[in-house]
């Protein structure tokens, strides 16, 4: 029966070791995926604020552009009643 115990204990013990080795493995798993998460996190916000810049650019060139065709219209106001 001792012999049976100490099989029993060989097993247990090689099953822990895999069971270790498997942690470690989920736990450098987990430490890459919250890197990745930081990294998009970090990209999200920076699209956030560059989205935030290119539409008050456009908003800015829409205001510039409808104002220079006030401009073109007075000018040929002006022209006409020469």
Known sequence: EQGS?????GKLREKNE???????KLEGEMIDLRGKQENFSAQAKENRELKAALDKAIKDLRDQTEWGRKLEEELGEVKSAM
């Open 5 to 9: 115990s100490t099989r029993e204990l």
């Open 18 to 24: 895999k069971l270790a080795a498997k942690v470690l």
